[in-house]
């Protein structure tokens, strides 16, 4: 029983892990946060910024990243089942893309309150 529960776990990060794989692969605003990350990780080490900082960093650019992800399964779904014009779909791509932007607002000011002082 203990070794089925572990091995439905291990089998849910392998779909997890696959999914993220596409992520980076198909979704070009996904890839350009990822690119806004490394830049940034380059820019925390460059600057030698605290564990608070880093933690803050590391949390903004998750954040992002995960809602860009939820963004496209949201456009996805609506896309799927619904493929042609529709009020709704377009509401429901408009709060999942608000949802990125709340997350992508944060994380410039995160950004803000951490290199703008080192200026
Ligand atoms: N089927 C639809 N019905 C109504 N409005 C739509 C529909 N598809 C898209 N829209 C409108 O167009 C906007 C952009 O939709 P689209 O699916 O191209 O998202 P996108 O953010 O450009 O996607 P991607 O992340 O793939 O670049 C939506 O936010 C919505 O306002």
Same mark, same amino acid.
């Given at each position: 029983?203990?070794?089925? #529960?572990?091995?439905k +776990?291990?089998?849910?990060?392998g #779909?997890?892990?696959k999914?993220? *794989?596409? *992520?980076? +692969?198909?979704?070009?605003?996904?890839?350009?946060?990822?690119?806004? /990350?490394?830049?940034?990780?380059?820019?925390?080490? #460059?600057? =030698?910024?605290?564990?608070? =900082?880093?933690? *803050?960093?590391?949390?903004a650019?998750g954040l992002?990243?995960s809602?860009? /992800? *939820?963004?496209?399964?949201? =456009?996805?779904?609506?896309d799927?089942? $619904?493929p !042609?014009f $529709?009020?709704k779909?377009?509401?429901?791509? !408009?709060v999942a893309?608000?949802?990125?932007?709340?997350?992508?607002?944060?994380a410039?000011?995160? /950004?803000?309150?951490i #290199?703008?002082?080192?200026f």
């Amino acid at each position: 029983m203990w070794n089925s #529960y572990l091995g439905k +776990r291990l089998k849910g990060c392998g #779909y997890a892990f696959k999914g993220a *794989l596409l *992520l980076l +692969r198909h979704e070009a605003s996904i890839q350009v946060q990822a690119v806004i /990350g490394i830049i940034m990780t380059v820019a925390g080490f #460059y600057f =030698e910024i605290s564990t608070t =900082e880093w933690i *803050l960093q590391i949390f903004a650019i998750g954040l992002v990243m995960s809602i860009e /992800g *939820l963004n496209t399964a949201a =456009e996805e779904i609506a896309d799927f089942v $619904h493929p !042609d014009f $529709h009020n709704k779909i377009g509401f429901i791509k !408009d709060v999942a893309a608000g949802a990125v932007f709340f997350a992508a607002f944060t994380a410039v000011i995160i /950004g803000c309150i951490i #290199y703008i002082p080192k200026f």
